[in-house]
């Protein structure tokens, strides 16, 4: 993995002046160089003292470290490989994936656990809007291919690079198939990869998009829907625009709105979107489990895509624990790695299934 960015020293001198560097922190920093600072020294004084100093890329490491990178719970996503495949091809075009990865001196891992293969990837993320230590973080992200009957899901981080990793990981499983399949005695025209995404591009009904979320979130399995905290609402901008009295030249186009608080789905401002052709693009719930004191869980799913309602992507949150005698802790926690991938399956495998409903529904089946 390659720095690609120095700070300059003045980045160095803000980045110590941020709150997030505590006291002792900063006294690190100097006794790193066998300085003894203290604590009463003005913070402004130390951080211009320590800017003039030669500073190198571990020092940039440990004060980014400080800072904290942006460490963001990612959504996750999902689809289906539904061609003919096996094992063995999925493994041999994923070590081809962390050969390319490992060329571009980042670190990959590619193994086999329970039946599920998966693609172990450190990368380093750049964003050039982020202030000078934050710019480029050290990731991981982990992609998971699980075998479902005839077809496999691949699972990953709902992020762009993660998203062309995926995108090479299929192209080098398509280039699998040909080679197998020019070893044979008689060579075949091979199709491309079937893949199957929870996606509505084909069913454009505003309805029908708003009714896939309506139904998302009341069809996960052992969970009772508790409340709705926000609702994203898209209108697609029409080709011609028109006011009431006809006069296309002052007509004016709302593409989005958003509503915050309880009881949203249930309020009089969205039904008013709803008829003027709106529609739910992302979501955000809680749910109780449907057990004897249940803890709350919070939920949020949303189509990156808007107008394709497509790129749908998903995650389960955090928790709020019952404490007893109908009383829950003050705040939200963080799920353990085991209820946040249950929960993440739970909502993947309710929305294939409405998505195949709607469709069919569609069609008039």
Not at 126 to 154: M, P
Not at 256 to 272: D, F, I, M, Q, Y
Not at 314 to 324: C, I, L, N, Q
Request: with cysteine; net charge negative; proline share 2%.
């Amino acid at each position: 993995m390659n720095n690609i960015h120095c700070v300059t020293d003045k980045a160095l001198y803000d980045a110590l002046n941020q709150s997030q560097i505590s006291m002792g922190e900063m006294s690190d920093l100097f006794l790193d160089r066998g300085i003894i600072i203290s604590k009463r020294t003005p913070r402004k004084d130390l951080a211009k003292n320590f800017s003039k100093f030669n500073h190198d890329y571990y020092d940039h490491q440990k004060i980014a470290s400080y800072l904290g990178g942006g460490t963001r719970k990612e959504r996750s996503t999902s689809k289906i490989i539904e061609s003919e495949i096996n094992d063995d091809v999925i493994l041999a075009a994923a070590d081809e994936l962390k050969a390319n990865i490992e060329k571009e001196n980042d670190l990959c891992q590619v193994y086999k656990s329970n039946g599920k293969i998966y693609v172990s990837i450190t990368y380093l993320s750049t964003n050039y809007g982020r202030s000078d230590f934050k710019q480029v973080i050290k990731k991981e992200a982990l992609i998971e291919v699980e075998r479902q009957k005839n077809s496999y899901v691949i699972r990953r981080p709902d992020n762009e690079q993660v998203e062309n990793y995926e995108a090479n990981l299929l192209a080098n499983i398509e280039k699998e198939i040909q080679k197998n399949n020019s070893e044979g005695e008689v060579e075949e025209e091979i199709p491309p990869l079937s893949i199957k995404e929870i996606s509505m591009e084909d069913l454009t009904d505003p309805d029908m998009r708003t009714i896939f979320f309506t139904k998302l979130i009341t069809s996960l399995e052992g969970l009772i829907l508790e409340d709705v905290t926000d609702a994203y609402v898209y209108h697609p901008k029409p080709e011609r625009l028109e006011e009431e009295d006809g006069n296309t030249d002052t007509g004016v186009h709302v593409s989005r709105a958003s509503l915050k608080g309880e009881g949203v789905l249930k309020s009089e401002e969205l039904s008013s979107l709803y008829e003027r052709g709106f529609y739910i693009w992302k979501i955000k719930w809680v749910a109780k489990e449907n057990v004897p004191d249940p803890d709350i869980y919070e939920f949020e799913a949303q189509f990156s895509n808007q107008e394709k309602f497509k790129d749908f992507s998903y995650s389960a949150k955090s928790v709020k624990k019952y404490k007893g005698s109908g009383k829950y802790n003050k705040n939200f926690v963080s799920l353990t790695k085991s209820e946040e991938n249950k929960f993440l399956k739970l909502i993947e495998s309710a929305a294939y299934s409405i998505i195949i409903d709607l469709e069919a529904q569609a069609q008039g089946e």
